[in-house]
């Protein structure tokens, strides 16, 4: 089953930073796009960023920018998320998932995405 592993969610002070880890075993992420997404209890999922498999775009939402950064390395089949400046209102569940084929970050959605992880929390309080 193509699944994939979310890790180094915590929790962290305001202002703190945090890095999340997107990881496979079962198949190579290189043609993949991947995408890292948030929920918190009573909202809808939201998108946070996306990296393309093709030519490596990346894209975030606004209240994100600035703040986030995701990469990716292919060589140890992993994306990241690292998360700076972290706000209380950045509290939730982060979920990783995946794209096969030629997508483009640009406007990316939830629903566009095939393969999801189980999340991981991330908790920002004083």
């Known amino acids: 089953q193509l699944r994939p592993v979310e890790s180094g969610g915590g929790l962290v002070q305001p202002g703190g930073s945090l890095r999340l880890s997107c990881s496979a075993s079962t198949f190579a992420f290189d043609s993949y796009s991947i995408g890292w997404f948030r929920q918190v209890p009573g909202k809808e999922r939201e998108g946070v960023a996306c990296i393309s498999s093709s030519d490596g775009s990346t894209s975030y939402v606004d209240s994100v920018k600035g703040r986030f950064t995701i990469s990716r390395d292919n060589a140890k089949n992993t994306v990241y998320l690292q998360m700076n400046t972290l706000k209380p209102e950045d509290t939730a569940v982060y979920y990783c998932?995946?794209?096969?084929?030629?997508?483009?970050?640009?406007?990316?959605?939830?629903?566009?995405?095939?393969?999801w992880g189980r999340g991981t929390r991330v908790t920002v309080s004083p």
């Open positions: 998932a995946a794209n096969q084929g030629d997508y483009s970050c640009s406007d990316f959605d939830l629903f566009d995405f095939d393969y």
